[in-house]
């Protein structure tokens, strides 16, 4: 055992000290996790990025619509096709995103609200 528990578990039953090593925290364990969904959550969105910058903007045309349009339908079809895809399509996640981080596994974001 690595924790404080260490010095008292010659004294105490071996149960009751595994009990009581359930309701402490590892904070090095936590750190690194929290580090790592941050990191997943940079290379997500660099990837959006990247994708916007090579797919979405080369073939944009917003600058040729007037205020009207973009009022009404938000965007050209490719920038709005961008939007839908950010937020709902997996071909577009990086693998380690959709793992840790996705719509399956809401628990990870728990975990970074709460450190």
Sequence with gaps: MNSPL???????PRELVHIIQTYIRNDVVHEAVRHHLYYLMYEQEMYMRFVYYNYVEPLCTCHQHGAKYHRKYGGCEHCNWFEGIEYSDSEYKVMGYLTCLGDDNPQQYKLLKND
């Design 6 to 12: 260490v010095l008292i578990a010659r004294r105490l």
